[in-house]
């Protein structure tokens, strides 16, 4: 997922629909579509996971949304998390292929363009959004984000992975304000994971994909020490975890 959105709609990023971009397969469709070979994608994919994994904790989930699950790349991996999955998006042709890749991931794949979530209020204890606020427009990611905490029960959990980019004015500020309004959420996580320009992108397209997890937490490592400011150039994936306050009204 490269950061200069020449043009974003709900229904497009970098001037092409998600639509086409599911024709770029498993991980292209929601990654790097450029990336031929496909190693970028899947050591990216790799990443990701690692870092959910270690910031999630032990705990196991009853209810998880996988919201904009694009392919399902997520799905295995909530499913070793919680003991039901739904997997939500608005593309037909992303949750066709999520249905096809895991059919009993998920206790229900819903597509549903509506502005209004299909759900009731607190229905689930984990809502994981990965490469979605990002990459929709400004004006609908205030809406967006409080349907995301609607629909998360007290004492739950959303978790993010997202991009801060300078050149987008997104910065770690840009979600945290997000989830700090109103008091309803605590911010328990909210750490760089990579960097775009990472170093060990170029090596990783040279190595067996075996290696990937190990370059993976040598890259959270490196992530770890580094602080995103408003020099910095390129974008950064971002996780955050926040966690709905016990008590607290549904938004």
């Known amino acids: 997922m490269t950061s200069n959105a ?8 970098l001037d ?26 899947a050591f990216i994919d790799t990443l990701h996971k690692i870092a959910l994994r270690s910031n999630l904790g032990r705990r196991h989930f009853s209810r998880a949304l996988d919201f904009g699950c694009g392919t399902g790349r997520f799905l295995p991996f909530l499913a070793s998390r919680a003991s039901n999955i739904v997997a939500f ?6 949750l066709s292929i999520a249905q096809s890749s895991h059919p009993t991931s998920a206790e229900c794949f819903i597509c549903s363009r509506e502005s209004v979530l299909p759900f009731a209020d607190a229905v689930f204890d984990l809502v994981l959004s990965v490469y979605v606020i990002s990459c929709t ?7 967006l984000t409080r349907e995301l905490m609607r629909v998360c029960k007290p004492g739950g959990m959303v978790a993010l992975i ?18 700090n309004r109103d008091g309803a959420f605590s911010v328990r996580t909210a750490v760089p994971i990579r960097a775009g320009s990472s170093p060990l992108i170029q090596l ?16 959270l490592a490196r992530m770890s020490k580094k602080s995103f400011t408003g020099s910095a150039v390129g974008y950064w994936d971002y996780l955050l975890i926040a966690t709905k306050v016990p008590g607290s009204l549904c938004l």
């Open 137 to 143: 427009p400004r004006d609908d990611t205030e809406h």
């Open 89 to 94: 998006d608005r593309t037909p042709e992303m």
């Open 16 to 41: 092409m629909t998600w639509a086409q971009r599911a024709e770029y397969g498993y991980l292209g469709a929601v990654l790097d579509p450029a990336d031929t070979d496909g190693r970028k994608n």
């Open 6 to 13: 020449s043009k974003t709609t709900r229904d497009s990023y």
């Open 162 to 179: 997202e991009q801060i980019d300078n050149s987008r004015k997104l910065s770690p500020s840009t979600y945290a304000d997000m989830f």
């Open 204 to 219: 990783v397209q040279k190595v067996s994909t075996k290696l990937h997890p190990l370059l993976a937490r040598l890259e």
